[in-house]
Each structure stands twice: as C-alpha cells, then as structure tokens.
C-alpha cells in the first residue's frame, strides 16, 4: 500500500473532520496525502498535506473550506519528559517524509504547537487565532455569555425570519458571490468544491447549510456548518446586504448551536484575524484558541509573493 492507502485503512475513527478522506477527497481530489508512521499494524502518527503544480515548480497548500491539515498523533507516556521526547521525534521523521516543494504552508489544528522540529529544518512560523464554545450543550446557559447586542439581534432576527435547511449550493454559494461583490472582494471558494464539501457531509451525515429567509422566502443569509464528534466548524457563510443590521446571520449561528447541542460538544467559529470578525466571534462569549501556519519557500518569487500579501494584511 502507499501512503495514502495505508492512511486510509488505519486512522483513527475518531480523527477530525478536516482529517477524514471523504473531506479530503471533496476538496483536494487527486491532491492531497499524507506521511505516515505505523507500528505494528496500528497508525502512530501521519502528517497530512495536499499538492499542486505550479509554474514555479510544487506547491503544497491549505485547500479551500479547510480549517487546518498538518499533523496527528497519538502519544502515551508516564511524564512530560518522556510525552515530548515522543513528540518530538515522531515530528522529525515526519517532517522528513514531507516532499519538497517551492512554496509550504500548512495549518495545525489547535493544541498542536511543538513546531520545533520544524524550526530546525528552516520552517517559519505564525500564529493565527480563532474562537471556540467549548460546550454548547446547553444553549440557554450560553447565551448568558452572549454580548447584550447578539441577544438583542437574536430577538429581533427570530421576529422576522423563519429557518430553513436546503441542498441548494448553487442559490447559496449566489449569495456568496454577491455579499463578496458589496465587500469589493474576490470570491475565496469555488463552486465545485462546495459543492463537493457539502454532498461529503451529507452522505456522512456531518454537515448542513441552513439558511433565514423572511416571509417572502428571500434569504437574508446563509451558513454552511460541518462537525464531528468533538466539534462543529462554520464553514463559510453570507448575507444579503439590503438587510441591512436585521441579525439573521447571529440568527443562524443561534440556531446551530441548539441544532447540535447533543451532536457535538464545542463550536469552532473558525477564527478571523480582521478586526471586526474577531470582535463579532468574541461577542457570543467564545474563547480565543491560537493556531500555528507553518511555512517554507525555496522559490524566491513565491516567497516575495507572500511578503507584499502580508504588507497589504
């Protein structure tokens, strides 16, 4: 078996959404593979990554609607000592087996920060951060929590619309292309593969695009929400500007948590480094959790590239 194959036979039941094939296969096909360690016939720890080519040579990249990739292990030791000893030498043999490419970046999911090995090997590193609901089985002790301003859109969102499930990626991923047009932005996701993410979630019965519409059925916004057994992600979403402040997206968000309460335990909102999206996460009372994005550039211009993107934020 290669690598793939074997990670397909032996992970763990309980790996994260982000981590299993059918997402992997949706939103990287043909494109995406993992370094594996195996011992006696059981996964001990795998590095996963999709690449592209490129005129500048291989490229290895965060795939679109993707949370996080890079690596999972599972470590049993008597004291810390001997727990990063482990750690540490399963993350250089894993950084071995990664294959080179003109451009790395990679996404860790939280909780995963012993970079070191990579360090050692000329990676960069950068902290990211998202916010997380640790327990949202009980929604009502949530909203406690909430900011004063997303009750109050909560209330006033659930007066003028009606919550709805629907199948329809293509009306959705509409409203994505026009609230990114009102935003002056380039559209970050394409179709196909939404429309792939969310047919993998439905066959696994792990994910749904719900959306508010008013009484005329005109959707004031959308949310496309996937999980497992340890978390729900918001994936991507969107509303209608014309709106305006109506709170149908809090609506939504609202609604999710009370949909999943007894699915999942936590809530990951899938962070935002901008300004006003961390502010709006941070004001239903969630944690901030950080992240690592691990990166490499052999390519001079690539690694240009990413200096000016970083100087325009």
């Known amino acids: 078996m290669n690598s793939q194959e074997t990670f397909r036979k032996l992970l763990w039941s309980d790996a994260p959404l982000f981590h299993q094939p059918f997402w992997l296969d949706a939103v990287a096909p043909d494109q ?21 080519k490129s005129s500048l040579g291989l490229r ?41 490419s003109a451009e790395f970046i990679s996404r860790w999911q939280t909780g995963y920060f012993n970079w070191l090995p990579f360090h050692w090997m ?13 327990d949202i089985s009980n929604p009502d002790a949530l909203m406690e929590h909430f900011s004063d301003k997303i009750t109050r859109e909560i209330r006033k969102a659930e007066k ?13 991923y509409q409203l994505i292309q026009s609230n990114f047009r009102n935003k002056q932005a380039k559209v970050q996701v394409d179709l196909s593969i939404l429309q792939r993410a969310h047919a993998a979630c439905i066959k696994n019965n792990c994910g749904k695009i719900w959306y508010a519409a008013d009484e005329k059925q005109q959707w004031a916004a959308a949310v496309f929400i996937a999980w497992d057994a340890h978390t729900a992600y918001y994936i991507i979403g969107a509303k209608d500007d014309s709106f305006g402040n109506s709170g149908a997206m809090t609506l939504l ?9 007894s699915t999942t335990r936590s809530f990951d909102f899938e962070g935002s480094m901008i300004k006003g999206v961390e502010h709006y996460f941070r004001s239903f009372g969630a944690s901030q959790r950080m992240f690592f994005e691990i990166s490499y550039y052999r390519s001079f211009i690539l690694k240009m590239k990413n200096w000016m993107q970083d100087l325009r934020g």
Do not use: H
């Open 122 to 134: 000329k990676y960069k590193q950068r902290v990211r951060y998202t916010y997380v609901l640790d």
């Open 60 to 100: 290895t990249y965060m795939p679109e609607l993707t949370q996080f990739l890079g690596p999972g292990y599972r470590i049993s030791a008597s004291n810390e000592r001997e727990r990063l000893k482990t750690e540490t030498a399963l993350l250089e043999k894993l950084c071995s087996l990664l294959p080179p």
């Open 32 to 52: 995406w593979d993992a370094a594996v360690l195996e011992e006696q016939g059981l996964l001990k720890a795998y590095y996963l990554y999709a690449l592209r």
């Open 253 to 261: 968000f609202w609604n999710a948590f009370k949909e999943l309460k």
């Open 160 to 172: 003028a619309f009606t919550i709805g499930e629907t199948g329809d990626v293509n009306k959705f």
